[in-house]
């Protein structure tokens, strides 16, 4: 019973640490408006891959980076797919792929990086 009222004090410490975090400020202040420019607005499309994908997606290109050929690309690759969260329910739900669908995903990623952006991939 201790431990779980200590548990508890520490929690609520900790809640009331973050919210007092939040909410507190140096003085009163107002944030200036911008007034965005009229007439319509014209986006480029990006020439690198979309990130949009769900946590199977991102757990599958993340469990197949071991796989893709290209140092450089892999290493770059890597630093994108820095959360484990969505790979380790991943495997805990499915279970671990099989090393061919991992195989086939690299090689799309690799596909996806140049014709999109392995001209940006930077020399070493």
Known sequence: MLRKSYILFIMALISVTCINGLTSS???????IVKAPAGPFKVKPSSLPSFNFTDSEYALNAL???????????KMVASLYWCGTPTVNYVMNRGMPEEQVLKDRAAMIETDWSEGAGDKIPPR
Do not use: S, T, V
């Not at 140096?26 to 200036?32: K, N, T, V």
């Not at 197949?64 to 892999?74: C, G, T």
């Open 26 to 32: 140096a003085g009163p202040f107002e944030l200036p």
């Open 64 to 74: 197949a980076i071991p796989y893709i050929k290209d140092k450089r690309l892999r």
